[in-house]
């Protein structure tokens, strides 16, 4: 996985946006970033946020982006037909060019979340068995008793899963594992 490198750096270039009168593009160290028209000149120093960067509420509070990140992440997105490949915003006078201000600001790397697959999977349990029939109770009409307590699920989502407490341990598992 790449490292997280939130750098002050110098915008590059200042382009028109093809298809927009309020906002235009800033070209910095290769990133292209769709930025409010006139809100930055080339030669400004910025902090560059790539993708994959997720910001603390109060920073993108304070920059007044918290609105376009998915849960706090900042994504490569398409605004009036142009990539917009992550953030930039003025930086600090005191701040270096090429100085990483990644901990100072409190960003942190986007990691993605884990997927589990059968290599993940615990041994078959005897005891907790994989099932793949499930009766339909209209063809035994006298399994319950008039007044007997019932419990009913329903599935809603396509998936399935089974969660039992075996041998003094919990279990959960899905349809194959």
Same mark, same amino acid.
């Given at each position: 996985?790449?490292?997280?490198?939130?750098?002050?750096?110098?915008?590059?270039?200042?382009?028109?946006? %093809?298809?927009?009168?309020?906002?235009?593009?800033?070209?910095?160290? =290769?990133? &292209?970033?769709?930025?409010?028209?006139?809100? /930055?000149?080339?030669?400004?120093?910025?902090?560059?946020?790539?993708? +994959?960067?997720?910001?603390?509420?109060?920073?993108?509070? *304070?920059?007044?982006?918290?609105?376009? $990140?998915?849960? =706090?992440?900042?994504?490569?997105?398409?605004?009036? =037909?142009?990539?917009? &490949? =992550?953030?930039?915003?003025?930086?600090?006078?005191?701040?270096?060019?090429?100085?990483?201000?990644?901990?100072?600001?409190?960003?942190? *790397?986007?990691?993605?979340?884990?997927?589990?697959?059968?290599?993940?999977?615990?041994? +078959?349990?005897?005891? /907790?068995?994989?099932?793949?029939?499930?009766?339909?109770?209209?063809?035994?009409?006298?399994?319950?008793?008039?007044?007997?307590?019932?419990?009913?699920?329903? *599935? $809603?989502? %396509?998936?399935?899963?089974?969660?039992? /407490?075996?041998?003094?341990?919990?279990?959960? %598992?899905?349809?194959?594992?």
């Amino acid at each position: 996985m790449s490292s997280l490198v939130v750098r002050v750096r110098t915008i590059d270039e200042i382009r028109p946006h %093809g298809n927009a009168d309020t906002i235009e593009l800033a070209i910095v160290g =290769g990133w &292209q970033t769709v930025v409010r028209k006139g809100e /930055f000149q080339p030669g400004d120093n910025v902090v560059y946020i790539p993708p +994959d960067s997720i910001l603390p509420l109060e920073l993108s509070e *304070k920059l007044g982006v918290t609105k376009y $990140l998915s849960n =706090g992440r900042v994504r490569v997105t398409r605004l009036r =037909g142009e990539n917009s &490949q =992550g953030l930039i915003f003025p930086a600090e006078p005191e701040w270096e060019v090429e100085q990483d201000v990644a901990e100072h600001l409190g960003i942190v *790397k986007y990691e993605p979340p884990l997927k589990f697959t059968i290599g993940d999977c615990e041994v +078959d349990h005897p005891l /907790f068995p994989r099932y793949t029939d499930i009766e339909n109770i209209r063809n035994f009409p006298d399994v319950l008793n008039l007044g007997e307590p019932v419990w009913v699920s329903e *599935k $809603l989502d %396509g998936t399935n899963s089974r969660v039992g /407490f075996v041998g003094g341990q919990w279990m959960a %598992g899905s349809h194959n594992y």
